[in-house]
Nanobody, 124 residues
Framework: QVQLVESGGGLVQAAGSRRLSCVASGRTFSSYSMGWFRQAPGKDREFVAAISWSGASTWYADSVKGRFTISRDNAKSTVYLQMNSLKPEDTAVYYC?????????????????WGQGTQVTVSS
């Protein structure tokens, strides 16, 4: 298992930007595919973005495509989520997650390690 700690959440105005970070420890970070999920009050946790172990492949939810960018730095054991053009509907707790699987990365059931989450609130 790998331990994950997110940071970078906070309050941001609509149309603004925010970058989330997730630092991993405990195992070889480059062995893991990584994902970002989010959960708004009263809603299920939903997929946001994922990245392959090498960073060569990325996937996005339709709701964030063109606005969010996932990236990783294996030397720093860190995955990032750059969020631009934020909307009030992006308000949620954002979680990073790790899996050794190279497939089914849009499915939260594929992930075996989760961070504690970081709150992002977008004001209108």
């Amino acid at each position: 298992q790998v331990q994950l700690v997110e940071s970078g959440g906070g309050l941001v105005q609509a149309a603004g930007s925010r970058r989330l970070s997730c630092v991993a420890s405990g195992r070889t970070f480059s062995s893991y595919s990584m994902g970002w999920f989010r959960q708004a009050p009263g809603k299920d946790r939903e997929f946001v973005a994922a990245i392959s172990w090498s960073g060569a492949s990325t996937w996005y939810a339709d709701s964030v495509k063109g606005r969010f960018t996932i990236s990783r730095d294996n030397a720093k054991s860190t995955v990032y989520l750059q969020m631009n053009s934020l909307k009030p509907e992006d308000t949620a707790v954002y979680y990073c997650a790790a899996t050794v699987k190279p497939y089914a990365l849009l499915d939260r059931g594929s992930y075996t390690s989760w961070g504690q989450g970081t709150q992002v609130t977008v004001s209108s």
